[in-house]
């Protein structure tokens, strides 16, 4: 069964770019993987499906700000011209092997 | 609009059980797979069970195997979570979400607002 390993914080200032990443585990890194978005005291929200050629598809109303790339087994969410609301807890999950598998998750603190 | 709203949660004695359910509405429910997801105090997200838009595959996370029971009802377009034998472990915010296709092996897009579940003396 896979494994997703993500970094526990990260923090970027306001109108900058950050770039979350979430790895996955040796023998899984073609695997198509999904990112969440949780607010704090808020219910999860999806924000795209990458693949590990890079292609993804976004959830409805998510702002082009957020975009997904891939280098091998990493997964990448960058977010641009960061705003206050993307203050927040990001998620990737992966499924395979009649199994769904979320990350760690990524708390991000907009400075 | 897609909506999911759970409920049936609430405070449960060890041992005890509680069924959860989910309303859909907004998309044709029968169509897609949905599945639950749970999240403890202060912790992240753990995926619980998962079902086929027919509700003839379903699957569980070891821990709840034996205990708890993923349903659907296409014609109420409701997802249910029966949990037996309930532990302090299981104490958590419960979350319902639509897939987005039939099969349990594909991405899940929409999450309802979940129902808060505590197993305590």
């Known amino acids: 069964q896979p494994v997703l390993t993500q970094s526990s914080s990260a923090s970027a200032s306001l109108g900058s770019s950050v770039k979350l990443t979430c790895t996955l585990s040796s023998g899984h890194s073609t695997y198509i993987i999904a990112w969440h978005q949780q607010q704090p005291g808020k219910a999860p929200r999806y924000l795209m499906n990458l693949e590990g050629r890079g292609s993804h598809n976004k959830g409805s109303g998510v702002p082009d700000r957020f975009s997904g790339s891939s280098s091998g087994a990493d997964r990448y969410l960058t977010i641009s011209n960061i705003q206050s609301e993307d203050e927040a807890d990001y998620y990737c999950?992966?499924?395979?092997?009649?199994?769904?598998?979320f990350g760690g998750g990524t708390k991000l603190t907009v400075l | 609009e897609v909506q999911l709203l759970e409920s049936g949660g609430g405070l449960v004695q060890p041992g005890g059980s509680l069924r959860l359910s989910c309303a859909a509405s907004?998309?044709?429910?029968?169509?897609?797979?949905m599945r639950w997801v749970r999240q403890a105090p202060g912790k992240g997200l753990e995926w619980v069970s998962v079902?086929?838009?027919?509700?003839?595959?379903?699957y569980y996370t070891d821990s709840v195997k034996g205990r708890f029971t993923i349903s659907r009802d296409n014609s109420k377009n409701t997802l249910y979570l029966q949990m037996n034998s309930l532990r302090a472990e299981d104490t958590a915010v419960y979350y319902c979400?639509?897939?987005?296709?039939?099969?349990?092996?594909?991405?899940?897009?929409?999450w309802g607002q979940g129902t808060m579940v505590t197993v305590s003396s």
């Open positions: 979400t639509k897939g987005v296709s039939s099969t349990w092996n594909d991405a899940f897009d929409i």
């Open positions: 079902i086929s838009n027919s509700g003839g595959s379903t």
């Open positions: 907004g998309f044709t429910f029968r169509s897609y797979a």
């Open positions: 999950e992966t499924w395979a092997s009649n199994t769904h598998v």
